[in-house]
Protein backbone atom coordinates (compact mmCIF):
# COMPACT_ATOMS: atom_id res chain seq x y z
CA UNK A 1 0.00 0.00 0.00
CA UNK A 2 1.59 3.55 -1.07
CA UNK A 3 1.38 6.90 1.41
CA UNK A 4 -2.08 8.52 1.44
CA UNK A 5 -1.47 11.89 0.63
CA UNK A 6 -4.19 13.40 2.86
CA UNK A 7 -2.78 10.71 5.68
CA UNK A 8 0.99 12.17 5.40
CA UNK A 9 -0.56 16.31 5.06
CA UNK A 10 -2.84 15.34 8.20
CA UNK A 11 0.00 14.14 10.34
CA UNK A 12 2.21 16.60 9.07
CA UNK A 13 -0.10 19.57 10.08
CA UNK A 14 -0.14 17.62 13.35
CA UNK A 15 4.00 17.27 13.58
CA UNK A 16 4.24 20.80 12.48
CA UNK A 17 1.65 22.49 15.25
CA UNK A 18 3.75 21.14 18.46
CA UNK A 19 5.69 23.87 19.90
CA UNK A 20 9.77 23.68 19.95
CA UNK A 21 12.30 25.73 21.01
CA UNK A 22 13.68 28.19 17.59
CA UNK A 23 17.42 28.03 16.16
CA UNK A 24 18.11 30.91 18.81
CA UNK A 25 17.30 28.80 21.94
CA UNK A 26 19.86 29.93 24.29
CA UNK A 27 19.91 26.89 26.49
CA UNK A 28 18.98 27.56 30.60
CA UNK A 29 20.00 26.44 33.82
CA UNK A 30 17.75 25.64 36.80
CA UNK A 31 17.46 24.41 40.27
CA UNK A 32 16.49 20.84 40.30
CA UNK A 33 14.56 18.95 43.13
CA UNK A 34 12.92 15.43 43.11
CA UNK A 35 10.74 14.45 45.43
CA UNK A 36 10.34 10.37 45.89
CA UNK A 37 8.29 9.50 49.02
CA UNK A 38 9.82 10.82 52.42
CA UNK A 39 13.04 11.51 50.13
CA UNK A 40 14.27 14.50 48.23
CA UNK A 41 17.46 14.91 46.27
CA UNK A 42 18.67 18.80 44.96
CA UNK A 43 20.69 19.77 42.28
CA UNK A 44 21.75 21.88 39.46
CA UNK A 45 20.83 21.29 35.58
CA UNK A 46 22.05 22.46 32.02
CA UNK A 47 20.20 21.95 28.79
CA UNK A 48 22.80 24.18 26.51
CA UNK A 49 22.47 25.64 23.55
CA UNK A 50 23.49 22.79 21.67
CA UNK A 51 20.76 20.95 23.24
CA UNK A 52 22.88 18.82 25.67
CA UNK A 53 22.18 17.78 29.12
CA UNK A 54 23.95 18.71 32.07
CA UNK A 55 22.96 17.17 35.50
CA UNK A 56 25.14 17.99 38.47
CA UNK A 57 25.70 18.43 42.31
CA UNK A 58 23.56 14.80 42.54
CA UNK A 59 25.81 12.18 44.15
CA UNK A 60 23.19 9.31 44.25
CA UNK A 61 24.13 7.82 40.67
CA UNK A 62 20.32 6.65 39.45
CA UNK A 63 18.69 9.90 40.86
CA UNK A 64 21.04 11.88 38.78
CA UNK A 65 20.35 9.71 35.73
CA UNK A 66 16.58 9.58 35.73
CA UNK A 67 17.06 13.68 36.03
CA UNK A 68 19.08 13.48 32.91
CA UNK A 69 16.97 11.16 31.24
CA UNK A 70 13.57 13.70 31.92
CA UNK A 71 15.09 16.26 30.80
CA UNK A 72 16.36 14.78 27.45
CA UNK A 73 12.72 13.46 26.66
CA UNK A 74 12.10 17.19 27.20
CA UNK A 75 14.76 18.30 24.89
CA UNK A 76 13.46 15.36 22.42
CA UNK A 77 9.62 17.69 22.09
CA UNK A 78 11.34 20.52 22.30
CA UNK A 79 13.89 20.04 19.10
CA UNK A 80 13.00 21.85 15.98
CA UNK A 81 13.41 18.32 13.66
CA UNK A 82 11.82 19.23 10.15
CA UNK A 83 9.24 16.82 9.14
CA UNK A 84 10.93 15.45 6.08
CA UNK A 85 14.28 14.39 8.18
CA UNK A 86 12.19 12.53 10.75
CA UNK A 87 9.81 11.13 8.45
CA UNK A 88 10.37 11.80 4.70
CA UNK A 89 10.69 8.43 4.19
CA UNK A 90 7.97 7.11 5.88
CA UNK A 91 4.54 5.52 4.53
CA UNK A 92 1.51 6.97 5.91
CA UNK A 93 -2.07 4.86 5.64
CA UNK A 94 -4.87 6.62 7.08
CA UNK A 95 -7.76 4.43 9.10
CA UNK A 96 -10.72 4.76 10.52
CA UNK A 97 -12.40 8.23 11.92
CA UNK A 98 -14.71 7.73 15.01
CA UNK A 99 -17.65 9.88 15.98
CA UNK A 100 -15.17 12.27 17.77
CA UNK A 101 -12.97 13.10 14.78
CA UNK A 102 -10.25 11.00 15.57
CA UNK A 103 -8.45 9.78 12.44
CA UNK A 104 -5.91 7.54 12.73
CA UNK A 105 -3.15 6.70 10.97
CA UNK A 106 -0.09 4.33 10.41
CA UNK A 107 3.30 5.44 10.48
CA UNK A 108 5.03 2.56 8.88
CA UNK A 109 9.51 2.54 7.97
CA UNK A 110 11.07 3.95 10.83
CA UNK A 111 12.62 1.76 13.40
CA UNK A 112 9.18 0.98 14.99
CA UNK A 113 5.53 0.86 13.17
CA UNK A 114 3.52 3.47 15.02
CA UNK A 115 -0.16 4.14 14.95
CA UNK A 116 -0.99 7.21 16.46
CA UNK A 117 -4.60 9.29 16.32
CA UNK A 118 -5.12 12.81 15.30
CA UNK A 119 -7.88 15.57 16.11
CA UNK A 120 -7.22 18.43 14.38
CA UNK A 121 -4.34 19.71 14.57
CA UNK A 122 -2.62 18.03 17.50
CA UNK A 123 -1.42 14.01 18.39
CA UNK A 124 -3.63 12.90 20.75
CA UNK A 125 -2.59 8.71 20.84
CA UNK A 126 0.74 7.05 19.31
CA UNK A 127 1.29 3.16 20.17
CA UNK A 128 4.05 1.72 19.80
CA UNK A 129 5.59 -1.94 19.70
CA UNK A 130 8.78 -3.23 20.79
CA UNK A 131 10.00 -6.36 21.39
CA UNK A 132 7.51 -8.11 23.70
CA UNK A 133 6.17 -4.35 24.94
CA UNK A 134 3.60 -2.60 23.27
CA UNK A 135 3.01 0.56 24.89
CA UNK A 136 -0.04 3.54 24.23
CA UNK A 137 0.51 7.52 25.06
CA UNK A 138 -2.82 9.19 25.26
CA UNK A 139 -2.70 12.77 25.62
CA UNK A 140 -5.70 14.33 27.73
CA UNK A 141 -5.06 18.44 27.71
CA UNK A 142 -2.40 20.77 26.21
CA UNK A 143 -1.34 23.79 26.45
CA UNK A 144 -1.65 25.82 23.95
CA UNK A 145 1.13 28.43 23.41
CA UNK A 146 0.28 30.44 20.66
CA UNK A 147 3.28 28.94 19.18
CA UNK A 148 2.48 25.72 19.01
CA UNK A 149 0.90 23.13 21.59
CA UNK A 150 2.69 20.96 24.72
CA UNK A 151 0.96 17.87 26.02
CA UNK A 152 0.55 18.73 29.69
CA UNK A 153 -1.72 15.60 30.98
CA UNK A 154 -1.11 12.25 29.14
CA UNK A 155 -0.43 8.68 30.37
CA UNK A 156 1.24 5.51 29.08
CA UNK A 157 -0.04 1.94 29.36
CA UNK A 158 2.57 -1.00 28.55
CA UNK A 159 1.12 -4.13 28.19
CA UNK A 160 2.46 -7.55 27.34
CA UNK A 161 2.44 -8.07 23.49
CA UNK A 162 1.36 -11.92 23.79
CA UNK A 163 -1.62 -11.55 26.62
CA UNK A 164 -2.49 -7.98 26.20
CA UNK A 165 -1.94 -8.06 30.41
CA UNK A 166 -0.79 -4.36 31.49
CA UNK A 167 2.62 -4.16 33.04
CA UNK A 168 2.50 -0.74 33.97
CA UNK A 169 0.69 2.67 33.87
CA UNK A 170 3.07 5.84 34.06
CA UNK A 171 0.04 9.21 34.53
CA UNK A 172 2.05 12.36 33.49
CA UNK A 173 1.32 15.95 35.12
CA UNK A 174 3.75 18.95 33.40
CA UNK A 175 3.61 22.56 34.33
CA UNK A 176 5.28 24.86 31.83
CA UNK A 177 5.55 28.78 32.49
CA UNK A 178 7.42 31.33 30.01
CA UNK A 179 10.96 32.55 30.30
CA UNK A 180 11.95 35.30 27.97
CA UNK A 181 10.47 34.08 25.18
CA UNK A 182 10.73 30.07 25.84
CA UNK A 183 8.70 28.02 27.29
CA UNK A 184 10.11 25.71 29.82
CA UNK A 185 9.41 22.85 32.43
CA UNK A 186 9.13 23.93 36.37
CA UNK A 187 7.42 20.63 37.27
CA UNK A 188 6.69 17.32 36.16
CA UNK A 189 4.90 14.91 38.53
CA UNK A 190 5.01 11.05 37.69
CA UNK A 191 2.40 8.88 39.01
CA UNK A 192 3.31 5.07 38.54
CA UNK A 193 1.35 2.00 38.76
CA UNK A 194 3.11 -0.99 38.94
CA UNK A 195 2.25 -4.60 40.65
CA UNK A 196 -1.02 -2.89 42.45
CA UNK A 197 1.68 -0.03 44.17
CA UNK A 198 1.70 3.70 43.05
CA UNK A 199 4.63 5.14 43.21
CA UNK A 200 4.38 9.27 42.67
CA UNK A 201 7.66 11.31 41.67
CA UNK A 202 7.97 15.42 41.80
CA UNK A 203 10.55 16.72 39.50
CA UNK A 204 10.42 20.58 40.63
CA UNK A 205 12.77 23.17 38.46
CA UNK A 206 13.54 26.92 40.40
CA UNK A 207 16.11 29.68 39.48
CA UNK A 208 15.00 29.18 35.79
CA UNK A 209 17.90 31.42 33.69
CA UNK A 210 18.55 31.44 30.03
CA UNK A 211 21.99 31.27 29.48
CA UNK A 212 23.56 34.10 27.76
CA UNK A 213 25.68 33.80 25.19
CA UNK A 214 29.47 33.83 24.42
CA UNK A 215 29.86 36.63 22.32
CA UNK A 216 26.86 38.21 24.20
CA UNK A 217 28.89 38.14 27.30
CA UNK A 218 31.97 39.85 25.56
CA UNK A 219 29.95 42.35 24.06
CA UNK A 220 28.50 43.52 27.58
CA UNK A 221 32.11 43.11 28.71
CA UNK A 222 33.33 45.61 26.38
CA UNK A 223 30.65 48.23 27.11
CA UNK A 224 31.78 48.17 30.57
CA UNK A 225 35.37 48.84 29.64
CA UNK A 226 34.00 51.33 27.46
CA UNK A 227 31.60 52.90 29.90
CA UNK A 228 34.97 52.90 32.81
CA UNK A 229 37.33 54.85 30.14
CA UNK A 230 34.92 57.05 28.97
CA UNK A 231 34.04 58.23 32.86
CA UNK A 232 37.69 58.10 34.28
CA UNK A 233 38.67 60.31 31.02
CA UNK A 234 35.72 62.57 32.21
CA UNK A 235 36.71 63.02 35.47
CA UNK A 236 40.29 64.00 34.59
CA UNK A 237 38.69 66.90 33.45
CA UNK A 238 36.45 67.63 36.11
CA UNK A 239 36.10 67.19 39.58
CA UNK A 240 32.88 64.45 39.75
CA UNK A 241 32.73 61.25 41.64
CA UNK A 242 32.83 57.86 39.37
CA UNK A 243 29.68 55.83 40.60
CA UNK A 244 30.37 52.10 41.14
CA UNK A 245 29.89 49.78 38.16
CA UNK A 246 28.41 46.51 39.09
Known sequence: MKTSNTAQELFKTAYENRYTWDE??????????LIQGQESYAGKIFIH????????????????EGIYIQLWDIVTHRKPTPFNESHGKHEFI????????LISIVVKGDSLDSAYKIRGREICQVTRVKGSTAFTIDTHENLDTGEGYIASRYDAVFRDVSTN??????????????????YLM??????????????????????????VPAMACI??????????????????????????LV
Open 94 to 101: KGSTDDTQ
Open 49 to 64: RDLTVEVSEISEKQIQ
Open 219 to 244: GHIRSKLLMIFFLVSLSACSPISLPQ
Open 186 to 211: TKQVVQDSQDDKDTVTEFNYSNIRLL
Open 24 to 33: NFPGYSANVE
Open 165 to 182: EVQSILKFEDTYKKIGKY
